[in-house]
Every structure is written in C-alpha cells, then in structure tokens.
C-alpha cells in the first residue's frame, strides 16, 4: 500500500520562502506530484517528479529523492494568493496501484501580511 | 477547450434517496478516475474506468456505489440509498492516457445527505 506524511498546517509571510515536506512509503513508485487546492475548488496541477533531483517551475520547485522517500515543494516571493492547500500524491508502479494517485492530506498554508 | 466537467455542482438528497454524478472527462482523453474528499482529509481514490471498462475499483465501498464509464456520455458514479456519511464532494480527474500522465481535476459535486 501507500503511506504519504506531509504536515497539516504552515504559516508564512507574504514574500517569503517556504518548504513544504512530503515523505511516502509505497508498494510501488511511479512519480511523485504536486497539487495546488484552493477551499472549494478543483486541484490544479503545480508539479510532476520521477527522477531524483530538482524541477523548477517559475516560483515553484519541487525535490524528488527516491531512495529517501522525500520531496518537497519550494514556493518563493510568496503571495496572499498562495494560501492554499498544498496535495503531495504518488502514482503506484506496476504492481502497485497502476495509475492511480495516491494523496497525502494535504498541507494548509496561510500566507500572512 | 473545455476542461473535465461535473455535475451538478451540488446535489442534496435525504437518505435512503439515489444519488447520480456525472463527469465529462477533457476531450480526447479516455481514462477516468474518481475520487472522495472529507472535510479535512485528503482525497481519498475510489475507482478508475476507461471507456466501458473498469480498470481499478479497489477504493470503492462493497455496496451501494457504482461506476461506469459507457462508450458514449459522461461516466456515472451512482450512491444507492444514500446515508449521511456519504456527505462528502466527490471529483472526478482525467487523462489522455495510462501511466506517465498527469490527471486534470473537475471542480467536483458537494453531496449533502438530509
């Protein structure tokens, strides 16, 4: 099965930097993504990694490392528009959940003046 | 290009009722997947169809709940004889295709049960 740990809330200033962590334990592996979830609305995708290492994105990065089971997302020049709510979700390997995607609970971020 | 489509946007019915949610998934793609949020809690996978196919059913509840994805129309996730646990908004994802690809949300269906 899949086990995804992420924290439930943070709390940053607008302009600032802030780190959102994601650890997982899977039957099966992937990739890993990031969704972006304002209250109400549909997901939105902000970020896809398979391989170990950095994508970056504009003011959005995401860290991959595999064999800790780890990844981030890095939000820069924060915005009010920004407070959201932050999914890390996994995708299952062949013998793992196929396709499907797998999500934490989700990370609330308030981005304060 | 219209995104993944859902409706009703809300829907209330009192138990014992049938509940009906429709998703029209992106043009061209053909795998369909649904999901269910609680409030405060993380979206939660129920069941992922291609076109008259269901592929992964492993996040659906044993009764009262079904799913279909005909050749032609939108998929149908179907509650019978609704309770109020299942008060949740349900979202529905699509995809061109199979692994590799990212899935694209609809803006869900907020069940409420009376």
């Known amino acids: 099965g899949q086990n995804i740990d992420q924290p439930t809330e943070m709390t940053a200033t607008e302009g600032a930097i802030v780190q959102i962590n994601c650890t997982y334990q899977?039957?099966?592996?992937?990739?890993l993504f990031w969704y972006q979830q304002h209250a109400g609305e549909a997901p939105t995708f902000l970020s896809y990694?398979?391989?170990?290492g950095l994508e970056e994105k504009g003011r959005f990065s995401s860290f991959l490392s595999r064999s800790k089971g780890y990844s981030y997302l890095l939000l820069k020049e924060l915005q009010m528009k920004d407070s959201a709510s932050y999914l890390c979700a996994v995708r299952g390997g062949l013998t793992g959940g196929g396709n499907k995607l797998t999500f934490g609970t989700g990370t609330q971020l308030k981005v304060e003046l | 290009n219209a995104g993944v489509m859902q409706n009703p946007r809300h829907l209330v019915r009192r138990r014992g009722q049938e509940a009906r949610l429709r998703c029209s998934p992106m043009k061209g793609h053909s795998h369909v997947y649904w999901y269910r949020q609680l409030p405060e809690e993380g979206l939660k996978f129920m069941v992922y169809?291609?076109?008259?196919?269901?592929?992964?059913e492993s996040g659906m509840p044993k009764e009262r709940f079904s799913a279909e994805f005909p050749k032609e129309g939108p998929s149908i996730l179907r509650i019978q004889q609704v309770v109020r646990g299942d008060s949740a908004a349900y979202f529905c994802a699509s995809s061109p295709q199979g692994a590799g690809e990212k899935l694209f949300f609809g803006s869900g269906t907020q069940l409420s049960v009376l």
């Open positions: 899977t039957s099966g592996f992937n990739g």
């Open positions: 990694n398979v391989l170990d």
């Open positions: 169809l291609q076109k008259e196919n269901i592929i992964d």
